[in-house]
Nanobody, 125 residues
């Protein structure tokens, strides 16, 4: 499975961006796609995830109400809509994929076998 992330850029605080993660190769119904981010000097941090089967979504508290993950099965693409962006949201955003990830591991980078190349999001104050 190959993942291609896109959509990053420079935006002012309070603005919005939509990231895309296009998957190619073989994905199966137990597949989960997640978004993570990493700021300079920081650890990689979970942002959102979605199940391909059923569409269940997962978010950490600090993005709830601001970020929305969605999928288009026909296009094999997952989106991350980011609203009310803050300067602290500045980071490289990565999409990741994996099969058979249990709920308790959805937020763990180590649970994902496939990673995209990352896209930079910069939020200015």
């Amino acid at each position: 499975v190959q993942l291609q992330a896109s959509g990053g850029g420079l935006v002012q605080a309070g603005g919005s961006l939509r990231l895309s993660c296009a998957a190619s190769g073989r994905t199966i119904s137990t597949y989960t796609t997640g978004w993570f981010r990493q700021a300079p000097g920081q650890e990689r941090e979970f942002v959102a995830a979605i199940r391909w089967r059923g569409g269940s979504t997962y978010y950490p508290d600090f993005v709830k109400g601001r970020f929305t993950i969605s999928r288009d099965n026909a296009k094999n693409t997952v989106y991350l809509q980011m609203d009310s962006l803050k300067p602290e949201d500045t980071a490289v955003y990565y999409c990741a994929g994996g099969n058979g990830i249990i709920t308790s591991q959805v937020m763990a980078p180590s649970a994902y076998a496939y990673w995209g190349q990352g896209t930079l999001v910069t939020v200015s104050s």
